[in-house]
């Protein structure tokens, strides 16, 4: 069979609505046949631009109201319009709370056609459908559709782009030209909408008044067992019968177990399922009511929440970093980081250190998406010895942080070690004078000896001498040396001073 999928959009010419409305309307009764239906709307198909003489419209009543019908001259083609069902401010409909539909409409076509009709959501740029099949030879159809049990795709409410679709596909030899007939369309779940203009709108049994209660979201803990969502307010206006309990979600791969309990007669029941094992993430929920009357008519309710399977946050750093004495910038990477659902966004990064004279312009930077960021820092000048960096990850939405703890050693000859080091004895090692342009004597605290290394600030050793045993000083003669500033190493006893060649 070959099959064509063609598109109606329908165009609302808005009519004179009941203006003294100022709340959310119940449905619509957008009607061809009868003149003044309130609230109702006069329409016309539109042709898309990139279309071919495909087919046309036909056989229009006065404006004021009339049938409305299509003639299909062959197949492909495409028209396009929008129906708003948002007349200003506020929401002109309530297709949450009242997802009903009923179309009556017939084609002269002599065979079937399966058509399809689609609400489209013009802010969130989604589609939810339902298919039907429409009798062939003139026959009026009656089709009522509920759209409630649609998974991951709440009715819109609202916005400047709405529009109402209708697909169908042609059998091979249906014959052409054939028409549609359009008589009424009417959205919600109103019986009355004013004026004594009543009708049967989309529900199938408007007696029954489906509830639950909404849930919230949930979360839990990773490898958490086993977890029990309470279930309340469930009724069909009257007590439970006919009613069950089912669910989809996007993210089958990450429960395990999922049941429910019995509705008990007090409107309660639970919803059991289990976190799979070493995973995390977020699992949107489509809670769905059914109620079944025992023969063709079938309600729903939908509820939409989320689960969030959490650890903590985490990433990737080393564990521990060198730095050289006055390097400019010392940039320490970090990867992989997830919040607590595994993700990378809403996560913030803090850092610390405890000795701010070696570790200076201590920054981190925020978060990208691919889960890297970077930690930057400045060794004081000419400061050396070690200290720890302190690095919190936080997840700004489950306030859940971890701590990774940064080794950090700055060293280099020339450096000035930190106070509470060897560099206590730093006192003992003495140079005079200071600065100096010729010549300088280097006194040590004892008469061991040892050897003096003179460093310049690129880390270079310039002048190297031996003190002997048993002597406590030395001359040296600096007048070959450049102006600047330089260090004296006691090398065997690790102490530094600076020096000021003039």
């Not at 595994?342 to 070696?358: F, H, M």
């Not at 406590?472 to 600096?478: L, P, T």
Request: glycine share 8%.
């Amino acid at each position: 069979m070959k099959k064509l999928l063609s598109l109606i959009v329908i165009t609302a010419l808005y009519a004179e609505i009941v203006k003294s409305q100022s709340h959310a309307r119940e449905g619509y009764d957008i009607s061809f046949d009868v003149v003044g239906a309130i609230p109702a709307r006069d329409m016309t198909f539109s042709k898309a631009p990139w279309d071919t003489v495909t087919y046309f419209t036909g056989g229009d009543l006065p404006a004021s109201g009339g049938m409305k019908h299509l003639t299909k001259i062959k197949q492909g083609g495409a028209s396009q319009s929008i129906l708003n069902l948002n007349n200003g401010s506020p929401i002109d409909v309530d297709l949450e709370k009242n997802p009903y539909a009923t179309i009556r409409l017939r084609i002269t076509a002599t065979q079937d056609i399966k058509m399809s009709m689609s609400f489209r959501d013009g802010i969130a740029q989604r589609d939810i459908s339902k298919t039907f099949t429409v009798k062939g030879n003139s026959v009026w159809n009656v089709i009522r559709l509920d759209f409630g049990d649609q998974p991951f795709q709440p009715l819109f409410t609202g916005g400047t782009s709405n529009e109402i679709k209708f697909f169908w596909d042609e059998p091979a030899g249906v014959g052409y030209p054939y028409e549609i007939y359009f008589d009424y369309i009417r959205i919600g779940g109103i019986d009355n909408v004013g004026n004594g203009c009543t009708y049967q709108t989309g529900d199938p049994d408007s007696t029954i008044k489906m509830h639950i209660d909404t849930v919230p979201d949930q979360q839990c803990e990773k490898d958490a067992g086993e977890q029990i969502i309470h279930l309340t307010g469930i009724s069909n206006g009257t007590n439970v019968t006919g009613l069950s309990l089912s669910q989809t979600n996007d993210k089958t791969l990450l429960l395990e177990s999922i049941y429910f309990s019995p509705i008990q007669s007090d409107g309660t029941a639970e919803l059991h399922y289990t976190p799979k094992t070493g995973f995390i993430g977020i699992i949107n929920v489509h809670l769905l009511l059914t109620y079944n009357r025992g023969d063709s008519i079938l309600k729903y309710k939908s509820d939409f929440f989320s689960i969030s399977v959490v650890s903590d946050p985490k990433m990737t750093v080393a564990p521990s970093v060198k730095a050289i004495v006055n390097q400019p910038k010392v940039i320490i990477n970090v990867n992989n980081a997830t919040n607590s659902t595994g993700g990378a966004s809403g996560l913030t990064l803090n850092v610390t250190a405890t000795n701010p004279v070696l570790i200076t312009n201590l920054v981190a930077d925020p978060v990208k998406s691919d889960g890297t960021s970077k930690i930057s820092f400045i060794p004081g000048q000419d400061q050396c010895g070690t200290d720890t960096i302190t690095a919190v990850i936080t997840d700004s939405k489950t306030g859940r942080s971890a701590t990774y703890k940064i080794a950090v050693e700055v060293s280099g000859a020339g450096c000035v070690p930190p106070i509470g080091t060897e560099n206590t004895r730093r006192s003992e090692l003495s140079i005079s004078p200071n600065p100096a342009a010729e010549v300088i004597t280097v006194s040590l605290p004892d008469n061991n000896g040892g050897k003096v290394q003179i460093v310049d600030i690129t880390g270079k050793t310039v002048k190297e001498v031996v003190i002997p045993s048993g002597q406590v000083s030395a001359v040296i003669n600096i007048a070959s040396l450049s102006k600047g500033m330089y260090f004296v190493s006691d090398v065997s006893r690790k102490v530094v001073k600076k020096l000021v060649v003039q």
